[in-house]
Each structure stands twice: as structure tokens, then as C-alpha cells.
DNA sequence: AAGCAGTTCAACCGCTTTGCC
DNA sequence: GGGCAAAGCGGTTGAACTGCT
């Protein structure tokens, strides 16, 4: 009898298995060609899932686990830089692959960013808000004052100043044009290692 | 202990870009 | 320049996990 030429591809989580299959086979030819190494190395993938596994999982020197704070505020910068441009701001992160940051940025990022953008917006109201209180007469000013308010303003200030801070790209040091500078030269670095 | 909701992350999908003939 | 295949990319999905009631 003869056999079906139509293959049928495995999908979801890779095994153990699958993983030295792959590995092996890509330490002895190289990671090129992916639709060849699906279908020579014997697994039943797609040459993309192959390819994805590779990049995202068992290529060397991948760093996992928890990101830095060095880390989280360099994507922070990046995305603000660059949008969602995740194989670039990986690109700048050794060891860290697009679909990790992506993940992580979705996860766990994107909601603080959301928050303090918020909170900014929160304290401009709150600013606004003062600037008509200082026009009203003092025994109104005390009341706000008996409440509190007056500290928090204080604070919120301070908390605008430090977001206005780390978005801010003109100021010296690491922080600075320096790294905008940096990361163009990064960027020339990382075209000659492709 | 069970059920549910929310979160995380590996993997998939579809589109775009690149490279080769 | 056009067509095709391979590679790359970002968005989305869904299974596994976690925490709460």
C-alpha cells in the first residue's frame, strides 16, 4: 500500500525529546534552511515552529527568568523610543528574546506604564485644581490644607517630576543622549553580527 | 477540596519583508 | 521586474499555573 505524502505537523508544547532532536540537529547543520530541518531532522513540525523553538527557547546563552531593573527601565525606554518594535528593543537586551519582552511588557509592564501615565494625568487635574484654590479666599485654602491635600500635592509633584525624568532623553549620563547614541552604534554593532 | 477568575508565557497564525532565480 | 519560498515580525490564543473565595 502506498503512503500519504501529506504530513501531518504536531502542534503545541515541544517535548523533551523534541528539544535534543533539535538542538542536535541544528549544532550539526546550522540554524538555516528551517523547512529542511523540520522535515530532515525527523521531527514533525513546521519550519517555523522549529525556527521559534530555536530563538525563543534552546539557541545558547538565552537568559531567563526575572528581568533586571537595569532591564525593565532599558524596555521601558526602548518601547517609548521605538513602539512595539519587539525583535529591535530585544536586540538591545542580550540573552532576551522579542517574544519574551513582548510577553513581559504585556504582562507586567504595560499596566504600571498605564498607571503612571494616569498618574500624571491624576496630577495635573490635582494641579489644576490648585491653581483655582489659590485664587479662592484662605479659609477655603485651610480647609484643603486640613485635609491633607497640600502634602499630597507635594508628592504628586515630585512623583511628575521623576516620570518627566526617566522619559527625559536630554539630560547627561546614562539616562541621556549618551544611550540614544549608544543604542545607534548598537544598532550598526548588531547588523554586522547578523 | 473545589470552583472560579486572573495571570503568565509558549506556541501559533497571518501578514510583511527579504533573497534568490 | 515578477514570482516564489524562506525568514522575520507582531498580534493573538490557549494551556498551565496561582491565588482567592
Not at 525606554?77 to 537586551?93: D, E, Q, T, V, Y
Not at 504595560?110 to 498618574?119: D, G, L, M, T
Request: with cysteine; hydrophobic share 30%.
Amino acid at each position: 500500500m502506498k503512503k500519504s505524502s501529506i504530513q501531518i505537523n504536531v502542534k503545541g508544547a515541544w517535548t523533551a525529546e523534541e528539544d535534543k532532536t533539535l538542538s542536535e540537529y541544528i549544532h550539526l547543520h546550522g540554524p538555516k534552511k528551517w523547512k529542511s530541518i523540520a522535515t530532515r531532522s525527523g521531527l514533525n513540525r513546521c519550519g517555523k515552529s522549529c525556527r521559534l523553538r530555536w530563538l525563543n527557547y534552546l539557541r545558547p546563552n538565552i537568559k531567563r527568568g526575572n528581568f533586571s531593573e537595569q532591564e525593565e527601565d532599558l524596555i521601558l525606554r526602548l518601547h517609548k523610543l521605538l513602539g512595539n518594535r519587539w525583535s529591535l528593543i530585544a536586540g538591545r537586551l542580550p540573552g532576551r528574546t522579542d517574544n519574551e519582552i513582548k510577553n513581559y511588557w504585556n504582562s507586567h509592564m504595560s499596566k504600571r506604564y498605564n498607571n503612571v501615565i494616569k498618574e500624571v494625568k491624576n496630577n495635573n487635574k490635582i494641579t489644576n485644581m490648585m491653581n483655582l484654590n489659590s485664587s479662592l479666599p484662605s479659609p477655603i485654602m485651610e480647609s484643603t490644607d486640613q485635609l491633607g491635600l497640600g502634602r499630597r500635592i507635594e508628592e504628586k509633584e515630585e512623583e511628575e517630576e521623576d516620570v518627566k525624568l526617566m522619559f527625559d532623553f536630554s539630560v547627561e549620563g546614562t539616562n541621556g543622549l549618551e544611550w540614544v547614541n549608544r543604542f545607534l552604534e548598537l544598532d550598526d554593532d548588531h547588523h554586522d553580527y547578523l
